[in-house]
Protein backbone atom coordinates (compact mmCIF):
# COMPACT_ATOMS: atom_id res chain seq x y z
CA UNK A 1 0.00 0.00 0.00
CA UNK A 2 0.85 3.36 -1.13
CA UNK A 3 0.14 4.67 2.70
CA UNK A 4 -1.98 7.95 2.93
CA UNK A 5 -1.31 10.30 -0.06
CA UNK A 6 -2.04 13.95 0.15
CA UNK A 7 -1.69 16.31 -2.49
CA UNK A 8 -0.44 19.10 -3.36
CA UNK A 9 2.76 19.30 -0.87
CA UNK A 10 3.47 22.79 -0.82
CA UNK A 11 0.74 25.60 -1.68
CA UNK A 12 1.39 29.41 -1.88
CA UNK A 13 -1.94 31.13 -2.25
CA UNK A 14 -2.74 34.54 -1.66
CA UNK A 15 -5.13 35.75 0.96
CA UNK A 16 -8.80 35.64 -0.51
CA UNK A 17 -8.27 32.56 -2.75
CA UNK A 18 -9.80 30.10 -2.52
CA UNK A 19 -7.64 26.58 -1.27
CA UNK A 20 -8.05 22.77 -1.58
CA UNK A 21 -6.24 20.37 0.06
CA UNK A 22 -7.01 16.65 -1.17
CA UNK A 23 -5.76 13.27 0.71
CA UNK A 24 -6.48 9.34 -0.46
CA UNK A 25 -6.66 7.32 2.80
CA UNK A 26 -5.33 3.71 3.05
CA UNK A 27 -7.69 1.31 1.38
CA UNK A 28 -10.01 -0.52 3.91
CA UNK A 29 -9.53 1.78 6.47
CA UNK A 30 -13.10 3.24 7.58
CA UNK A 31 -11.67 6.54 9.68
CA UNK A 32 -10.31 9.59 8.41
CA UNK A 33 -8.64 12.73 10.29
CA UNK A 34 -7.48 16.27 9.15
CA UNK A 35 -5.11 17.77 11.60
CA UNK A 36 -3.24 20.97 11.01
CA UNK A 37 0.08 21.53 13.01
CA UNK A 38 1.76 25.21 13.79
CA UNK A 39 4.23 26.27 16.28
CA UNK A 40 1.90 27.70 18.92
CA UNK A 41 -1.07 25.71 18.97
CA UNK A 42 0.84 22.32 17.95
CA UNK A 43 -1.37 19.06 16.55
CA UNK A 44 -5.13 20.03 16.14
CA UNK A 45 -7.90 17.63 15.10
CA UNK A 46 -9.92 19.78 12.95
CA UNK A 47 -12.29 16.90 11.69
CA UNK A 48 -12.83 13.16 11.38
CA UNK A 49 -14.98 11.04 9.44
CA UNK A 50 -16.22 7.60 9.92
CA UNK A 51 -17.25 5.48 6.85
CA UNK A 52 -17.22 8.91 4.88
CA UNK A 53 -19.80 10.28 7.34
CA UNK A 54 -18.79 13.23 9.23
CA UNK A 55 -18.39 12.83 13.02
CA UNK A 56 -17.03 15.64 14.53
CA UNK A 57 -15.94 18.74 13.09
CA UNK A 58 -16.07 20.80 16.58
CA UNK A 59 -12.35 21.35 15.80
CA UNK A 60 -12.94 23.30 12.37
CA UNK A 61 -11.63 26.54 13.71
CA UNK A 62 -14.92 28.63 11.69
CA UNK A 63 -16.81 28.90 8.60
CA UNK A 64 -13.95 29.48 6.07
CA UNK A 65 -13.20 25.72 5.94
CA UNK A 66 -15.17 22.72 5.22
CA UNK A 67 -14.35 19.34 4.96
CA UNK A 68 -15.86 16.48 2.45
CA UNK A 69 -15.63 12.98 2.29
CA UNK A 70 -17.16 11.73 -1.35
CA UNK A 71 -16.53 8.43 -1.13
CA UNK A 72 -14.24 5.66 1.03
CA UNK A 73 -10.97 6.42 -0.86
CA UNK A 74 -10.94 10.70 -1.46
CA UNK A 75 -11.40 13.61 1.21
CA UNK A 76 -10.88 17.17 0.74
CA UNK A 77 -10.22 20.30 3.15
CA UNK A 78 -11.12 23.15 1.70
CA UNK A 79 -10.78 27.14 2.46
CA UNK A 80 -12.47 29.94 1.03
CA UNK A 81 -11.41 32.42 1.85
CA UNK A 82 -8.21 31.69 3.08
CA UNK A 83 -6.25 33.96 5.81
CA UNK A 84 -2.33 34.56 6.63
CA UNK A 85 -3.19 32.93 10.07
CA UNK A 86 -4.89 29.72 7.97
CA UNK A 87 -0.70 29.27 7.31
CA UNK A 88 0.28 25.90 8.76
CA UNK A 89 0.93 22.44 7.79
CA UNK A 90 -1.89 20.06 7.15
CA UNK A 91 -1.76 16.29 7.96
CA UNK A 92 -4.32 13.76 6.93
CA UNK A 93 -4.47 10.38 8.40
CA UNK A 94 -6.71 7.65 8.50
CA UNK A 95 -7.39 4.21 10.97
CA UNK A 96 -8.86 0.88 10.82
CA UNK A 97 -11.48 0.53 13.90
CA UNK A 98 -10.24 -2.71 14.66
CA UNK A 99 -9.42 -1.83 18.06
CA UNK A 100 -8.47 0.97 20.06
CA UNK A 101 -4.72 -0.25 19.92
CA UNK A 102 -4.20 0.80 16.27
CA UNK A 103 -2.51 4.13 15.55
CA UNK A 104 -3.57 6.10 12.65
CA UNK A 105 -1.18 6.28 9.36
CA UNK A 106 -0.55 9.87 8.85
CA UNK A 107 0.32 11.45 5.64
CA UNK A 108 3.15 13.43 4.42
CA UNK A 109 1.21 16.30 5.20
CA UNK A 110 0.53 20.11 3.07
CA UNK A 111 2.60 23.01 4.03
CA UNK A 112 -0.46 25.56 3.03
CA UNK A 113 1.72 29.55 3.21
CA UNK A 114 -1.05 32.13 2.83
CA UNK A 115 0.48 35.71 1.45
CA UNK B 1 -10.35 14.21 29.78
CA UNK B 2 -8.28 12.16 28.49
CA UNK B 3 -4.60 14.17 28.07
CA UNK B 4 -1.32 13.37 27.67
CA UNK B 5 1.89 15.74 29.16
CA UNK B 6 5.29 15.32 27.97
CA UNK B 7 8.63 17.31 28.62
CA UNK B 8 9.35 20.15 27.20
CA UNK B 9 11.97 20.50 24.52
CA UNK B 10 14.43 20.95 23.05
CA UNK B 11 16.70 18.33 24.00
CA UNK B 12 20.05 18.31 22.75
CA UNK B 13 22.29 15.47 22.96
CA UNK B 14 25.79 14.23 22.30
CA UNK B 15 25.74 11.36 19.72
CA UNK B 16 25.57 7.94 21.39
CA UNK B 17 24.07 10.37 25.26
CA UNK B 18 21.45 7.92 26.60
CA UNK B 19 18.16 9.85 26.24
CA UNK B 20 14.86 9.45 28.30
CA UNK B 21 11.67 11.84 27.11
CA UNK B 22 8.66 11.82 29.82
CA UNK B 23 5.36 11.10 29.39
CA UNK B 24 2.14 10.90 31.37
CA UNK B 25 -1.48 10.48 30.57
CA UNK B 26 -4.78 10.77 32.43
CA UNK B 27 -7.34 8.50 31.02
CA UNK B 28 -11.26 7.01 31.64
CA UNK B 29 -10.57 3.49 30.65
CA UNK B 30 -7.74 1.68 29.33
CA UNK B 31 -5.87 3.67 27.18
CA UNK B 32 -2.90 2.09 24.26
CA UNK B 33 -0.32 4.76 24.39
CA UNK B 34 1.61 5.41 21.78
CA UNK B 35 5.07 6.85 20.29
CA UNK B 36 5.24 8.60 17.18
CA UNK B 37 8.13 10.90 15.61
CA UNK B 38 8.42 13.40 12.73
CA UNK B 39 11.56 13.46 11.04
CA UNK B 40 11.95 16.99 9.35
CA UNK B 41 9.81 18.28 6.31
CA UNK B 42 7.41 14.43 6.93
CA UNK B 43 4.44 13.03 8.65
CA UNK B 44 4.17 11.64 12.05
CA UNK B 45 5.39 7.97 11.73
CA UNK B 46 4.60 5.33 14.17
CA UNK B 47 7.45 4.77 16.87
CA UNK B 48 6.09 2.02 18.88
CA UNK B 49 3.17 1.07 20.82
CA UNK B 50 1.83 -0.58 24.07
CA UNK B 51 -1.73 -1.81 24.49
CA UNK B 52 -2.05 -2.61 28.51
CA UNK B 53 -0.30 -2.21 31.60
CA UNK B 54 3.23 -3.48 31.89
CA UNK B 55 3.80 -4.05 28.08
CA UNK B 56 6.82 -2.78 26.47
CA UNK B 57 6.61 -1.13 23.20
CA UNK B 58 10.05 -1.19 21.25
CA UNK B 59 11.98 0.04 17.99
CA UNK B 60 14.59 0.89 16.19
CA UNK B 61 16.24 0.90 19.86
CA UNK B 62 13.90 2.60 21.46
CA UNK B 63 11.62 1.34 24.10
CA UNK B 64 8.51 2.57 26.40
CA UNK B 65 6.92 0.78 29.11
CA UNK B 66 3.28 1.26 29.96
CA UNK B 67 3.56 1.91 33.91
CA UNK B 68 0.08 1.70 34.87
CA UNK B 69 0.65 2.06 39.00
CA UNK B 70 2.75 6.23 37.92
CA UNK B 71 0.55 6.67 34.50
CA UNK B 72 3.60 6.95 32.54
CA UNK B 73 4.96 5.89 29.61
CA UNK B 74 8.35 7.17 29.08
CA UNK B 75 10.41 6.83 25.74
CA UNK B 76 14.26 5.69 26.19
CA UNK B 77 16.75 4.98 24.27
CA UNK B 78 20.50 3.89 25.13
CA UNK B 79 22.33 5.30 23.19
CA UNK B 80 21.42 8.25 20.30
CA UNK B 81 22.76 8.91 16.96
CA UNK B 82 22.40 12.31 14.50
CA UNK B 83 19.79 10.25 12.72
CA UNK B 84 17.53 10.59 15.57
CA UNK B 85 17.24 13.93 15.63
CA UNK B 86 13.45 14.48 15.37
CA UNK B 87 10.28 15.56 16.99
CA UNK B 88 8.84 12.94 19.32
CA UNK B 89 5.54 12.91 20.44
CA UNK B 90 3.51 10.92 23.08
CA UNK B 91 -0.10 10.29 22.64
CA UNK B 92 -3.24 7.80 23.63
CA UNK B 93 -6.26 6.16 22.58
CA UNK B 94 -8.99 5.01 24.06
CA UNK B 95 -12.53 3.59 22.81
CA UNK B 96 -13.15 6.68 21.35
CA UNK B 97 -11.80 7.32 18.02
CA UNK B 98 -9.57 10.05 18.77
CA UNK B 99 -5.63 10.31 19.13
CA UNK B 100 -4.74 12.43 22.12
CA UNK B 101 -1.09 14.04 21.45
CA UNK B 102 1.45 15.65 23.63
CA UNK B 103 3.09 18.99 22.83
CA UNK B 104 5.98 17.10 20.78
CA UNK B 105 9.37 17.50 22.45
CA UNK B 106 12.43 18.16 19.71
CA UNK B 107 15.17 16.11 19.95
CA UNK B 108 18.75 17.23 18.52
CA UNK B 109 21.85 14.91 18.35
CA UNK B 110 25.18 16.89 17.81
CA UNK B 111 27.84 14.18 16.81
Known amino acids: ?115 | GDSVTQMEGPVTLSEEAFLTINCTYTATGYPSLFWYVQYPGEGLQLLLKATKADDKGSNKGFEATYRKETTSFHLEKGSVQVSDSAVYFCALRTGANNLFFGTGTRLTVIP
Not at chain 1, 6 to 18: D, K
Not at chain 1, 44 to 50: P, S
Open chain 1, 1 to 115: DAGVIQSPRHEVTEMGQEVTLRCKPISGHDYLFWYRQTMMRGLELLIYFNNNVPIDDSGMPEDRFSAKMPNASFSTLKIQPSEPRDSAVYFCASSFFGASNNGYTFGSGTRLTVV
